[in-house]
């Protein structure tokens, strides 16, 4: 398994070439994941989540599925 840190509060799991990332914030540099499996954002602060991101990635990996707190499910409908 690998964790790459990019920037404030993302992190960038990926085991056997399958992605994870874990709140893409404002604060996050581009990114640019291989095989993305799945989104996690902790809580609707734009540190951990960033609408920008979430374009980009569902432009590359639109069946990737966005997880997380009621609060930011409503922060981030557009997404679903």
Known sequence: MRIVKRGHACLEVTESGKTLIIDPGDHTEPLDPS????VVITHEHPDHWDAAHLRAIRERFPEAPIFGPPGV???AEEFE
């Open 35 to 38: 095989d993305l499996v799945a």
């Open 73 to 75: 499910l409503e922060a």
